[in-house]
């Protein structure tokens, strides 16, 4: 048995064997069929974990992550057992109420659902090089943040903590998960992209991109898995303060980002310290991401 302080954040001890650590989510075994899943408030950017916190940061995530699972259940069967996680961690604190979820066990498959509304980040630096990205031709002359006719499906590997996902083509992700399966993730994910962009769009958030994760259960069933449409697996823009051929005010880490940017770092570990003005007004931003979101304030 694994005795473990959960970093960061409380102090409550998980008596559960810890299976997976993330770059921000630590994953523990319950049982055989479920795992405990804790956000942390862990900061990675450019897949490398940074030496600095954004505080309620797991909070924030797993209920935004919350909030969408409701939203989009008719689409898609998600990870969620509904247990409670005091069922699980008896002595568990608020604090770690509201940043863990009691999931099922999955087989996950090996690739990230990432569908683009917008031309920006990995897909801009793809598009300046060869017109396409990931394979699928686009039109002449798009501009930084453009908004595409349609939306498009662009796989990546999944990368281990400290190594970079890869985009790869569909053909490529055909290859690996096999077409049938291939197929039905990519209508899922433009699904759960429409339905989700249409609906920040109406409380004044551009969904730019996101990525989803996907696993199967025990008869090999589709599940949405991980987090969800958070200010860490998208790129959430100002609505009222977008300007094509920039890169938009956001309400994710992209802030972190452009200041990495700036710094003589080969995006490799370890991480440089983020300045503590950058990690409040990144918190901000989260918080104010979850507030739009969801129509409640975070408490």
């Known amino acids: 048995m694994h005795l473990s302080k959960v970093e960061h954040f409380t102090s409550i001890m998980i008596n559960l064997p810890l299976i997976h650590k993330g770059k921000v989510r630590d994953v523990y075994q319950i049982d055989g069929k479920r795992l405990l899943m804790v956000a942390s408030d862990r900061l990675s950017a450019f897949d490398v974990v940074l030496p600095d916190v954004i505080p309620q940061k797991g909070q924030l995530l797993t209920q935004i992550s919350n909030f969408w699972f409701a939203q989009s259940k008719d689409i898609i069967a998600n990870h969620l057992t509904g247990t409670p ?167 994710d880490k992209q802030f972190i980002r452009d200041y990495l940017e700036t710094l003589d770092w080969n995006k490799t570990a370890p991480g440089p310290k983020v300045p503590k003005d950058i990690i409040a007004a990144t918190a901000k931003k989260y918080h104010e991401a979850f507030e739009l979101i969801t129509g409640k304030k975070f408490i």
């Open 85 to 251: 996680v005091q069922e699980v961690i008896k002595d568990a604190n608020d604090d770690l109420i509201k940043r863990a979820v009691v999931v099922k066990k999955l087989k996950a498959l090996p690739v990230e659902a990432i569908v683009r509304g917008y031309i920006i980040g990995s897909g801009w630096k793809d598009y300046q090089q060869s017109g396409q990205i990931c394979g699928i031709d686009l039109p002449k002359d798009l501009q930084q943040a453009q908004k595409l006719a349609q939306p498009i499906f662009t796989p990546s590997s999944k990368a281990a903590v400290g190594d970079h996902d890869e985009n790869i083509s569909f053909a490529r992700m055909i290859e690996l998960v096999g077409e049938d399966l291939a197929n039905q993730v990519q209508q899922v994910s433009l699904k759960l992209y429409q339905m989700a962009a249409k609906h920040a769009d109406k409380n004044g958030i551009i969904i730019a991109d996101t990525k989803f994760e996907f696993g199967l259960d025990d008869n090999d069933n589709l599940v949405l898995m991980d987090e969800i449409l958070t200010p860490d697996s998208s790129r959430f823009w100002n609505k009222q303060k977008y300007q094509i051929g920039t890169s938009p005010e956001s309400y």
